[in-house]
C-alpha cells in the first residue's frame, strides 16, 4: 500500500527519534545530537499523533539547561566524530555553570520553546495531562528568558543579542558577509565533516567556517563568559528573527500561566519585558526605507540592510501593526513572491548575494515557512498563507523530505530541487502540522 504523505512524515520523525537518549536527531549523518531549535519544532509534530514522544522531546532538551538558565544549541548525547565542530572542540565545561551531566556548545538558539509549549497544547487531546507536563517544565523555561534578558542585553533595550551566526539559526545568510568584511581570522586547519554527507556547492565555504570558528576561540579564551562576550566579540547582532522566537514565547509563558494559575509575579515581569522589546523591536529593527525588519549590528552600531525571510518573521509574533504589516506583506510579494518563485526564499531574490541552492542564501526552508503561515493567518492575510501552505505541501511532495528546496520553479521539473539533509525531521514535523 502506498504511504500517505503524513505516513512518511511519521516514519521519518519515528526513525530520528534515538531511543537511547529520548531525543530526536534533525537527520542521519550530518546532524547525529540534539538541537535546541529543532527539537522545538520536532516536538510539534510528534504532539499531534505520539504525545509521549513529545513530552520526552522536550523534558531531555531542558534536562540539559545550565544553571544560569542558558539552553545550549547542540547536546551531545552520543560520542560520534561524523560532526565537526563536536564536544571536544566547544567544551561547554570552560563556563562554571555548565551543565556537568551534559556536554554541549557553549552557544544557543532560537528560543522556541515556550511558543512550543503552547502549541503542545493546542494539539492535545488531553489537556488536563498536557497542562500537569507543562506545569513540570515551564518555569525552566522561563529561566531560560530571564538568562536572556539579565545577559544578553547590556543596554537595556529589550532587545537580546546573539554573539555567533550558529545562534541566529540561519548560518551562512548573506547578512553575515557584512560582518565578516570586519573580521580578518587565521586559516584553520580542520576536517570538515558536513562536505562528505552533502555537496559542497549546498553549504558554507571554508573561509566562512574560518570565521565561525574564531568567534568560537574568542568565547572560549574567556571561558564562556557573558559580559566578556560582549565586550569582545565581533560578531553581536541583534536579529529580528531570534527576538522574535522570545517575544513569542514570552506571549505563550504569560497565556499558560494564567491557565496553570498562581503566577502572578511572573506574569507581571513576563510582560514588562514583552512591553519594552515589542516597543524597542519596532523603533529599531523596522526599516522604513525596505518595508521590512533587518538586523542590527551591536558591535558597530549599524543596522544590516538586507530582506530575508527572518524579515518576516515578527508577523508570527504579532510585533508589527497592521500598517506596518500590510507594508511588509507587499514587499515580500514583489521582491519573493513572483510566479516563478515558490515562497519564501530564505534570501531576496532580487539581490546579488542571492543563491538558490546554497543553505540559508536562498533556498525555502519549511521551518520558516511554517512561522509565515501562521504569520500571515493571525493578521488575516489568508489567502497568501494558503499560497504559503500550498507551495510547503507541493515542494515536499514532489521532492522529498529535504532540509532546504530551490526557491526557482523552473529547478523543480525533474524533482530534484531538494537539497542539504534528506529526511529531515522539521520538515516531517512541521508538515504534519500544516495537514493538520
Ligand atoms: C549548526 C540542525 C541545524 C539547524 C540550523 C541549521 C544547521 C548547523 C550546521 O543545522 O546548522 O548549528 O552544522 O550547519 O542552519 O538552523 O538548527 O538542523
Known sequence: MKKTLQQKAEHILDSNFKTEGEFTIPCENLYPFQWFWDSGLIAIGFAHYDMQKAEKEIKTLLKAQWSNGFIPHIIFHTETDSYFPGANFHRSDLHPESNPKYKSTGMTQPPVT??????????SEDKGATLKFIESQIDKVYDNHRYFYENRDPQNEGLVYIYHNWESGTDNSPIWDDIWKTMNPPEYDFERRDTTHVDPEERPSKREYDHYLHIIEIAKANNYNDEKIAELSPFLVQDPLFNAMLIKSNESLIELYKLIGGHENKIKQLKKWQQKSITSFNDKLFDEELGAYVHYDLRN??????LSSSSFAPLFANIPDTEKAETMVKVMMEKFGNENQYLCASFDPTSERFNPKKYWRGPVWVNLNWMLY???KQYGFNDIAERVKTDTITIIENNGFY????????????????????????????????LN
Open 403 to 434: 532540509e532546504y528546496f530551490d526557491s526557482r520553479k523552473e529547478m523543480h521539473k525533474d524533482n530534484k530541487a531538494g537539497y542539504g539533509g534528506n529526511n529531515f525531521s522539521w520538515t516531517a514535523a512541521l508538515l504534519i502540522d500544516l
Open 301 to 306: 552600531e549599524r543596522a544590516l540592510k538586507h
Open 114 to 123: 515556550g511558543f512550543v509549549l503552547k502549541e503542545i497544547y493546542r494539539i
Open 374 to 376: 501562521n504569520g500571515l
